[in-house]
């Protein structure tokens, strides 16, 4: 998942696992703003969603947060978040 290649604010983001998808993925994401959080998988179902964790979220006084990033399949190799 290369969220800096599709989302526009971020500027960076480092790998903190290996994983390349699903529950366990955890990445540093740095935004142009010169803010960052770290950004972990904790729950994955293919062509339905996920949910994450955001946390060490240096621009905003949260210290935990959990959106959840429903998808929905457009074409056999691309999805959308709805």
């Not at 290649?5 to 903190?16: N, Q, T």
């Not at 339905?48 to 949260?62: D, Q």
Request: net charge negative; with cysteine; charged share 20%.
């Amino acid at each position: 998942m290369h969220i800096d290649e599709f989302a526009p604010k971020v500027k960076s983001v480092d790998a903190l696992t290996n994983d390349p998808v699903g529950v366990g993925l955890k990445r540093h994401c740095h935004f142009e703003a010169e803010t960052s959080l770290v950004h972990g998988v904790t729950d994955w179902r293919p062509n339905i969603g996920y949910r994450v964790r955001l946390s060490e979220m240096s621009a905003i006084p949260l210290t935990d947060a959990h959106p959840s990033m429903p998808i929905e399949p457009i074409s056999a190799t691309q999805s959308k978040v709805i």
